[in-house]
């Protein structure tokens, strides 16, 4: 029988807490997820941590600086489709391919 050590998922956690961090909140600095990390989860994490798991705060700006232009567009891309996410993920897909 193996033994099971307990921290060897330790990263893989913090990692996915700064992904879903990242989903709840795409704007985020690497400051806001290290303090959401410090103040709910008592997890003290490096910005190397962080652009391992989400990508550079720098490469993330554009979106964060975008991204109230681009939701409503999504939004009507979405609507276009009738609700279905599917079929915008699709049409987005085919975009980015023929690009």
Do not use: F, Y
């Not at 704007?27 to 962080?50: P, Q, Y």
């Amino acid at each position: 029988m193996s033994k099971i050590e307990p921290l060897s998922n330790a990263r893989h956690n913090v990692t996915q807490l700064i992904k879903n961090i990242h989903k709840i909140k795409p704007d985020a600095t690497n400051h806001e997820i290290k303090e959401v990390l410090l103040e709910h989860h008592g997890l003290d994490c490096g910005s190397n941590l962080i652009i391992q798991a989400i990508g550079s705060e720098r490469d993330r700006l554009p979106l964060m600086q975008r991204r109230d232009k681009l939701i409503p567009k999504a939004m009507d891309l979405l609507e276009s489709c009738n609700g279905n996410t599917v079929i915008a993920h699709n049409v987005l897909n085919h975009v980015v391919k023929h690009v």
